[in-house]
């Protein structure tokens, strides 16, 4: 019996021995890191005519790299995109989700099938069973134009290498074909956004003779030359290229959406965006057309746009110029209760909303007071890109606990000035809730948060704050090694003294 439970000390003793150290066992995953996620997400399946149907994928835990395209649905024309960013700031700890929509309108109503369909985001794969859509009525209910035939569906579908052309004589037609960088304002002031996007036109007539050329090589250089150093860009995440029609002095043309971005000038330096190039693909056409054959030859042709600047207008003196954020907001405050006990904690949520900045947009500082504790901010903000359109919402949320009854001028305590460029004037957003406070006067905080906030559980208060050495764990591994040889040596020297 005793030679068996020496066996059984030796193997325990020698798993412990040589255990592989932290070194060479795999990395284990950082507490807290949120591996990135994909998913998607269908609209309702019935509505009118008159609505969009749309499909969205949301992506978090990584910054977006490259998506796939969104699918065609037979019976609808896809009519533009929207992002929303949306950040949260909660005890210091930021997480980021990107949610990217494709509108679709429908040509007539009836019913339609989405096929189950996937996409890949930054290399995930995320599919989806598909549905069944049902188009109803509305009372003024229009059929979109169905797109031309043919023509340029997207980079590179017409981008092919034809074989040797037979010996004839080619013509290079004559096109209407344009690049233009387009603000759609002339001046702004200091803060104040404006859109710019780089647009290819060209006339329906043109589709046939025009291709783009190595578009996601050139396309570098191009943002380099129209990025600006005196101004924060909040550029759109728009992947694919396709056509849109539009109509310039009473003619129709297609209108290529090449890039668009948002800038907010830092100071009243002008923005300057210098002639840029593009290089595409244009077909010769031969002027005696043979049956069988192509009839077309492929060369080059360089659009330049014309240079664009915008002029920049200081604010107007102020106390705060320097510090004020510009654009156009609301106020969307909101709290839980309307009555609370001395010593009870309170959220208070302090929202900016509207076209804007937001990352200029800091929170407010709230001024000591006494009888009142403050903790936050947390920090929640959402951005919003569609139709050229730059805008969403910040949210501040605090916790109060005031030790003194009473009313709680909260409109003394949180406001924020900002600049509003469509008045030209500035203004302040004041909080305007009054909660009311009641219970007798307490000296002390008795702040106990609600169970339910993930930030607040009760067992950090009671919580032990002694700070440990790191290898705290290393070495309780190494002491238990040591008392394990010690006792494995000791069973083989009795074990010895018996044989003996």
Not at 27 to 42: D, F, N, T, Y
Not at 130 to 136: H, K, S
């Amino acid at each position: 019996m005793l030679r068996y439970l020496f066996c059984f000390i030796l193997f325990v003793g020698c798993s412990f021995l040589w255990q592989p150290s932290s070194a060479q066992q795999p990395p284990k995953p950082v507490p807290g890191a949120i591996a990135a996620q994909a998913e998607l997400e269908l609209g309702p399946a019935a509505f009118p005519v008159t609505e969009y149907f749309t499909i969205s994928f949301r992506l978090r835990g990584a910054a977006l790299e490259r998506y796939s395209a969104f699918p065609d649905i037979e019976g609808f024309k896809k009519s533009g995109k929207s992002n929303t960013t949306t950040t949260r700031i909660v005890e210091g700890q930021t997480t980021t989700e990107l949610r990217i929509t494709q509108r679709y309108a429908a040509y007539a109503e009836g019913e339609y099938s989405v096929k189950p369909f996937f996409m890949t985001i930054n290399g995930l794969t995320v599919r989806s069973e598909g549905l069944t859509l049902r188009v109803g009525p509305a009372p003024a209910a229009g059929t979109a134009p169905t797109p031309a035939p043919g023509g340029l569906q997207g980079i590179g579908l017409l981008d092919k290498l034809f074989g040797k052309p037979k010996p004839q004589e080619y013509v290079e037609p004559k096109d209407n074909a344009f690049l233009a960088v387009v603000p759609d304002k002339t001046s702004v002031f200091v803060g104040e956004g404006v859109h710019v996007g780089l647009y290819f036109y060209l006339t329906p007539a043109d589709q046939g003779l025009l291709d783009f050329y190595n578009f996601a090589g050139q396309l570098p250089e191009i943002l380099q030359q129209l990025r600006q150093r005196t101004a924060w860009e909040e550029p759109f995440n728009e992947q694919e290229i396709v056509p849109e029609s539009v109509t310039m002095g009473g003619k129709p043309f297609l209108r290529y959406r090449l890039y668009e971005a948002e800038y907010y000038p830092l100071n009243a330096e002008p923005l300057v965006f210098p002639m840029v190039a593009l290089r595409m693909v244009k077909y010769r056409l031969a002027k005696n057309p043979a049956e069988g054959l192509d009839n077309r030859l492929e060369g080059y042709k360089t659009y330049l746009t014309t240079p664009r600047t915008i002029r920049v207008k200081p604010l107007p003196p102020h106390p705060l110029r320097d510090q004020v954020p510009v654009g156009s907001y609301q106020l969307r405050e909101s709290i839980n209760k309307s009555t609370f006990q001395t010593g009870q904690a309170f959220t208070y949520s302090f929202g900016v909303e509207g076209e804007g900045n937001l990352a200029a947009v800091s929170a407010p500082a709230v001024p000591a007071r006494l009888g009142l504790e403050v903790y936050g901010p947390d920090i929640r903000q959402e951005i919003t890109r569609q139709a050229g359109r730059v805008g969403g919402r910040k949210v501040f949320t605090y916790r109060f606990v005031a030790r003194r009854p009473g009313q709680l001028p909260l409109d003394s305590l949180l406001g924020l000035v900002f600049f509003d460029p469509a008045t030209g004037r500035y203004d302040t957003l004041h909080a305007e809730l009054r909660p009311t406070v009641r219970g007798p006067v307490r000296t002390a905080s008795t702040f106990r948060a609600p169970s339910d906030d993930p930030f607040y559980q009760n067992q950090l208060f009671d919580a032990n704050n002694t700070l440990q050495p790191l290898d705290t764990y290393s070495d309780v591994r190494r002491y238990a090694n040591y008392i394990l040889a010690v006792l494995l040596a000791v069973a083989v020297w009795g074990w010895w003294r018996k044989s003996n």
